[in-house]
């Protein structure tokens, strides 16, 4: 059964609306599916603009947990997703993290070469780079502004509450 507007505006709380989320996303992309980053993009184009969103920061938010934010483009060096994510970012009204994010992927232009090396020669290079120097600080505010407003999930919940039915119908593509 398809997520609709009444299950969204239904959850009171921030965890059962986002795990609600995240249940719909894993029906319409189940995890357990071979990955293969064409498909995904292919494929996220044909679900609710919302879902598609969060579809796509999603591995942002892992990176962010994980790593930082120019580790984030060593591990998901592929223009189309990274325009995607951004597009993403955008939709979710994410503002700060997508002004954020977009000055990243504009210095990751320079160095997209070594973004795409082998895992082995990425992190050699990663640590001493320029490119983890400037994205430093964009990372250290990413995680206070994750401190102050909730989190980057908070943006998919407030997102889904503010546009319902942008999470449950599919509507022209942006």
């Not at 232009?109 to 990425?122: G, K, P, R, V």
């Not at 320029?130 to 250290?140: I, N, R, V």
């Not at 407003?149 to 599919?170: E, L, M, N, S």
Request: hydrophobic fraction near 40%; charged fraction near 25%; proline fraction near 4%.
């Amino acid at each position: 059964m398809a997520l609709t507007e009444a299950q969204i505006l239904g959850r009171a709380g921030h965890d059962d609306l986002l795990e609600l989320l995240f249940a719909e996303l894993r029906v319409r992309l189940p995890p357990n599916e071979p990955f293969h980053m064409g498909h995904f993009l292919k494929k996220i184009r044909t679900i609710p603009i919302g879902l598609r969103a969060m579809a796509a920061t999603f591995e942002l938010d892992v990176s962010m947990a994980l790593d930082d934010l120019g580790w984030h483009f060593g591990n998901w060096a592929h223009r189309g997703y990274c325009d995607e994510t951004l597009r993403g970012l955008r939709e979710l009204e994410a503002g700060e993290y997508a002004d954020m994010f977009a000055k990243a992927y504009e210095l990751a232009q320079a160095c997209w070469t070594e973004l795409n090396s082998d895992h082995d020669d990425f992190v050699k290079w990663y640590d001493k780079s320029d490119f983890h120097k400037a994205t430093k600080p964009l990372s250290l505010r990413w995680w206070d502004l994750k401190k102050i407003d909730g989190g980057f999930f908070g943006c998919w919940t407030r997102y889904a509450r503010k546009y319902p039915h942008k999470v449950t119908q599919v509507v022209a593509p942006f």
